[in-house]
C-alpha cells in the first residue's frame, strides 16, 4: 500500500480542514487593506506617498500594539469573547474610512488596527491544539502555504476594485469580509487549547515576564530578521522594476516570489525532520543575494523565485517553535508577541532598505535586506551555541524543561532541535 502523504493525513484530522477554509477568509482584509489603503489616499483624498505610508503606518502600529493584549484575551477568555468587539469595532472603522477626512482616518486606522481580528494568530494556536506534536511541522508549513496564497489573492482583488470601480467600494468590501471572516470564526469556535489543559487564574500565570526566555527571544529576533528580510527584498523589487521603466511587472514578480515559498513551504512541511528557523532565515537571506546582482528580467524573476523558496518555511518553523516553548494557556499571547515582532521587522526593514536605494541602488537594498536580516540570525545560532556548551557544563542546573510543561527558561527546546538538525552550521559559528 503507497504511503499516504502527510498533507492529507493532516487534513484528515477533524476540524482542520474547515480551519483553513475559515482562515483563508477571514485574513482576507488584514491583506488587502495596506493597499487599498494608499491608493485611497493618493487617489481619493489627493495626498502623497508620504501621506498615504503614514496612514499605513500608524495602522502597523495599532495592529503590533494589539496583537499581544488579543492574544492574551484569547488565552483568558475564549476565542468568541475576545473576537467579537473586534468584529465589531473593526468593521465600523472599515465601513466609515472611506467617507474621514485625513486627519479622522489617521485615528480610525489607528484604532482599526489595535481591534483587527486575530485570524493569523488563532490560526496557528488552534493548530497546535488540533494537530499532534508529530503532525505539526506540516500543519505549520500548510498554514505558511496558506498565507502566501491569501497575499497573492487579496491584493489583487483589492487593486482591481480600487482602480476599476473605486477605493469607496474597496474599502467597504474590507468592512464586508471582515465582518464574515470574523464571524465565521467565532461561529466555528476551533479551540484554542485542549481540555486537559490547566486553567490558570489572570495574575497567577506569571506575566509577561514568564515569557521573556533566552529560547523565545530567540526565536522571536529570527521573526523580526524574516520580517526585515521580506519587507527589503518587497521594496527593492519595486524599486528595481520601476528604475528599469516595468512598474507594471511588479505584480507578476511578486506573484513568482510566492510561488517560489509556496514550492519551498511544501517540501518543508512534508519533511519527517524540521530544520531550526535560525538557519531558515539565514538561508532566507543568503537566497536573496543574487537578486542583488542579476540583471534583466529574466534573470530577476529567476532570482526572485529562488529568494522566495526559504520563506514559508521560515515562517512555519518560527511559529512551531514558539508554539513547543510555552503551555497552552499562554500560546495566545505569544502568537500575539509573534505578530508584534514581525510588524516591527517590517516597520526596520521598509525604511532602512528605502534608504539605502535612494543613496545607492535597488541592488543594494536586496544586499541590504539579506545582509541585516541573515548578521541576525547567523548571531542568534552563535548565542545558542554558546548557550548550550555552558548547558553542557552544568547538566544539573534544571535548564531546558520547557519542553514538557511549558516552564523553565526555553532554552533546551531551541538548542536541543539545534543540535540535532543544524549541527554542520551551528558548529561552524
Do not use: K
Request: a positive charge; aromatic letters at 6%; proline letters at 6%.
Amino acid at each position: 500500500m503507497p504511503r499516504r502523504s502527510p498533507y492529507a493525513a493532516l487534513f484528515a484530522l477533524p476540524g482542520v480542514a474547515r480551519l483553513f477554509a475559515i482562515a483563508f477568509v477571514a485574513r482576507l482584509p488584514q491583506a488587502m487593506t495596506g493597499v487599498v489603503l494608499t491608493l485611497h489616499v493618493v487617489t481619493a483624498l489627493h495626498r502623497g506617498y508620504g501621506e498615504a505610508g503614514l496612514v499605513t503606518a500608524i495602522m502597523t502600529v495599532g495592529m503590533a500594539i494589539g496583537a499581544p493584549w488579543r492574544g492574551r484575551l484569547v488565552d483568558r477568555v475564549g476565542l468568541r469573547r475576545a473576537v467579537l468587539p473586534s468584529v465589531v469595532v473593526a468593521s465600523l472603522v472599515w465601513f466609515a474610512a472611506p467617507h474621514l477626512p485625513y486627519q479622522a482616518l489617521l485615528g480610525a486606522v489607528f484604532v482599526g488596527g489595535v481591534y483587527s481580528v486575530p485570524a493569523f494568530s488563532v490560526t496557528r494556536q488552534s493548530l497546535s491544539v488540533l494537530v499532534p506534536v508529530s503532525q505539526q511541522q506540516t500543519a505549520f508549513a500548510a498554514d505558511s502555504v496558506f498565507v502566501e496564497l491569501t497575499f497573492m489573492v487579496s491584493p489583487l482583488v483589492g487593486v482591481w476594485l480600487a482602480t476599476a470601480v473605486s477605493t469607496t467600494v474597496a474599502l467597504t468590501t474590507t468592512a464586508v469580509v471582515t465582518v464574515v471572516g470574523g464571524l465565521m470564526l467565532a461561529w466555528a469556535d476551533p479551540p484554542t487549547r485542549s481540555v486537559a489543559a490547566p486553567v490558570v487564574e489572570p495574575g497567577r500565570d506569571g506575566g509577561v515576564r514568564a515569557l521573556i526566555t533566552p529560547g523565545i527571544v530567540v526565536v522571536l529576533l529570527a521573526a523580526v530578521a524574516a520580517a526585515f528580510i521580506l519587507v527589503g527584498t518587497d521594496v527593492a523589487l519595486v524599486a528595481t522594476l520601476t528604475e528599469a521603466g516595468r512598474p507594471g511587472d511588479v505584480g507578476w514578480m511578486v506573484a513568482l516570489w510566492c510561488l517560489g515559498s509556496v514550492a519551498g513551504g511544501l517540501v518543508y512541511g512534508a519533511r519527517g525532520r524540521g530544520v531550526s528557523p535560525l538557519v531558515l532565515v539565514a538561508l532566507l537571506g543568503a537566497a536573496t543575494v543574487p537578486a542583488a546582482f542579476v540583471t534583466g528580467q529574466p534573470w530577476l524573476a529567476l532570482a526572485v523565485v529562488l529568494a522566495g523558496v526559504p520563506c514559508a518555511a521560515s515562517l512555519s518553523a518560527i511559529n512551531a517553535a514558539l508554539v513547543r516553548q510555552v503551555p497552552e494557556h499562554r500560546r495566545g499571547e505569544v502568537m500575539g508577541w509573534s505578530g508584534a515582532t514581525s510588524t516591527a521587522g517590517n516597520a526596520l526593514g521598509a525604511p532602512l532598505v528605502g534608504w539605502v536605494i535612494d543613496r545607492g541602488s535597488p541592488g543594494a537594498g536586496f544586499l541590504t535586506a539579506a545582509c541585516v536580516g541573515g548578521v541576525v540570525a547567523l548571531a542568534g545560532i552563535g548565542a545558542l551555541r554558546v548557550a548550550r556548551l555552558r548547558r553542557a557544563a552544568r547538566p544539573d542546573d534544571g535548564v531546558g524543561n520547557g519542553v514538557g510543561n511549558g516552564v523553565g527558561n526555553g532554552v533546551g527546546p531551541i538548542l536541543e532541535e539545534d543540535a540535532r538538525s543544524t549541527g554542520t552550521l551551528s558548529g561552524a559559528v
